[in-house]
T-cell receptor, first 117, second 109 residues
């Protein structure tokens, strides 16, 4: 079974540009989570999508946005890139609805490393 | 904001048990306790989770205090491959799963 796949693996952009990161969840998983991990830091929660809708959002400015497609894959867009946006962006998927809320287990991808110059 | 408190780092000798503590004094009745670990240059991976009772799986054991305000992840026999950052997190109704800074576990050969 294929795991969570993310693309691109690496992305280099300059300040002010836009970046688009993509995530394909495990087959059958309907929820997708996005996290930002700056160098040496923990994971910062960005966004949670389920069944095509944004369910929750972390403390990030509006230039961080995303969407989930009908096939449950997801896209994270970062507009007006700033140097501090350089980080590893991790996507995770989970199976919602079959276990009590809170018991859902996340499966992570390997991440997309974004470098802003 | 993270709702758990963990030591920044711990050391253990290879082939010995490791007890990783986590405090979560503001846990609500419906919050599950999850543990994930992140090996170098990889995304986090699930280790174990529980609600009230102690849990065992092939990777580890989770001991939950009776008042649920703390828990301990137990690796029964640490190997060098267990060197990682271990995250203790709470997951509740809103599934806004917040990671803290975790505990960096060093395994000494």
């Amino acid at each position: 079974e294929a795991g969570v796949t993310q693309s691109p693996t690496h992305l280099i952009k300059t300040r002010g540009q836009q970046a688009t990161l993509r995530c394909s969840p495990i087959s059958g998983h309907t929820s997708v989570y996005w996290y930002q991990q700056a160098l040496g830091l923990g994971l910062q929660f960005l966004l949670w999508y389920d069944e095509g809708e944004e369910r929750n959002r972390g403390n990030f400015p509006p230039r961080f946005s995303g969407r989930q497609f009908p096939n449950y894959s997801s896209e994270l867009n970062v507009n007006a890139l700033e140097l501090e946006d350089s980080a590893l962006y991790l996507c995770a998927s989970s199976l919602q609805g079959f276990v009590p809320s809170g018991a859902n287990v996340l499966t992570f991808g390997a991440g997309s490393r974004l470098t802003v110059l | 904001d993270a709702k758990t408190t963990q030591p920044n780092s711990m050391e253990s000798n290879e082939e010995e048990p490791v007890h990783l503590p986590c405090n979560h004094s503001t846990i609500s009745g419906t919050d599950y306790i999850h543990w994930y670990r992140q090996l170098p240059s990889q995304g986090p991976e699930y280790v174990i989770h529980g609600l009230t009772s102690n849990v065992n799986n092939r990777m580890a054991s989770l001991a939950i205090a009776e008042d649920r305000k703390s828990s301990t992840l137990i690796l029964h026999r640490a190997t060098l491959r267990d060197a990682a950052v271990y995250y203790c997190i709470l997951s509740g109704r809103d599934d806004k799963i917040i990671f803290g800074k975790g505990t960096r576990l060093h395994i000494l050969p």
